[in-house]
């Protein structure tokens, strides 16, 4: 199985901050990747996929780069609602896996 | 507007056999892959399984002795049967649309989620 790991797990910043979040792959896994976004109690919501393919509605201070093995996702300027724990995931091969979660906090 | 709504019994006790149903509305099921997916807090998020409209099936391996998936499409349906539960198996329970062409894949919309518990 392809293992994908996140860092950091927790993250606390400010409104207005710029952070990144990276995930990193066991294998290459070319450019099979999407970052989600998840709120307490509700269903992951898609935000980036094939890495840096901004999903529609999705505002633009999101951000995503990366292939093969190393992998970032970008919020150029914290909002109050991106406060949540976000997850990368890859289809290069089967079985699909997710990586453990970042949870962002406000600091 | 696609749209998926599952059931199923949300308390079971060990050895019994966990069985949710999916049903899409808003959308054709042919060319999507539909798929299991479960979220427990030791575990995180893991992807169970998936099938598509001609009836072809990919499980996790660790899942895929204890698993089935079926689908019904004159009712847009889909459904999950994982047998033989522990506590282990308690999780919420995601039923999503998997759409897969080239490089684009991705997971959306998904369900509201069904939180099963394993109990004695």
């Known amino acids: 199985d392809i293992q994908l790991t996140q860092s950091p797990p927790f993250l606390s910043a400010s409104v207005g901050d710029r952070v990144h979040i990276a995930c990193r792959a066991s294998?290459?896994?070319?450019?099979?990747l999407d970052w989600y976004q998840q709120k307490p109690g509700k269903d992951p919501k898609l935000l980036i996929h094939?890495?840096?393919t901004l999903q529609s509605g999705v505002p633009s201070r999101f951000s995503g780069s990366g292939s093969g093995t190393e992998f970032t996702l970008t919020i150029s300027s914290l909002q109050p609602e991106d406060f949540a724990t976000y997850y990368c995931?890859?289809?290069?091969?089967?079985?699909?896996?997710f990586g453990q979660g970042t949870r962002l906090e406000i600091k | 507007q696609v749209q998926l709504q599952q059931w199923g019994a949300g308390l079971l006790k060990p050895s019994e056999t966990l069985s949710l149903t999916c049903a899409v509305h808003?959308?054709?099921?042919?060319?999507?892959?539909w798929t299991w997916i479960r979220q427990s807090p030791g575990k995180g998020l893991e992807w169970i399984g998936e099938i598509i409209q001609s009836g072809t099936t990919n499980y996790n391996p660790s899942l895929e002795s204890r698993l089935t998936i079926s689908v019904d499409t004159s009712r847009n349906q889909f459904s999950l049967k994982l047998g033989s539960v522990t506590a282990a198996d308690t999780a919420v329970y995601y039923c999503?649309?998997?759409?897969?062409?080239?490089?684009?894949?991705?997971?959306?919309?998904w369900s509201q989620g069904t939180l099963v518990t394993v109990s004695s």
């Open positions: 094939d890495a840096s």
């Open positions: 294998q290459g896994i070319s450019i099979y």
């Open positions: 995931q890859q289809f290069n091969s089967y079985p699909i896996t």
């Open positions: 808003g959308a054709s099921f042919s060319d999507y892959h």
């Open positions: 999503a649309r998997r759409y897969s062409y080239g490089y684009d894949n991705w997971f959306d919309p």
